[in-house]
């Protein structure tokens, strides 16, 4: 008796075929293409991110191959200015030695010149000493 179909299974069928059209149509379909959109929209978002990762990943890799590029040239750069700049230090260093070296031989000769004119005015500069000590000595006596 519990289980038995009457007339109001019949209703009951009808009845839920309904409503389950009407729950599709109403809900379910629209539902459906709401998921289907949030997925083709997370699924865009995903593909974004990766090729932007990727674009991220490659410019890094420019970026890392620049700066090193870049590091080389500024050593290379550098060693050659260092070198340069060695080349021009010991240039004027060796020019700045003659010159010392061609002031020392200049004042050596001048001090030769003024040691033979000594000299060479040693007898007269002692006569006139000798001559002065003598008139000193001679006019004190007076």
Known sequence: MFLLPDGTFWFQLV????FFAILNVVFLRPVGEAIKKRRAYIDGVQSDYERYQHQIDTLRSDAD???????????ETVAKARSSAEKEAQTIIETENAQAHAIVEQARA????EVQAAKAREAELSQGLAKQLLERALGSGK
Do not use: W
């Not at 191959?65 to 050593?75: D, F, I, V």
């Open 65 to 75: 191959s620049r700066r090193s590029a870049a590091r080389r040239a500024a050593e």
């Open 15 to 18: 009845n839920f075929a309904i």
């Open 110 to 113: 001048t001090v030769a010149l």
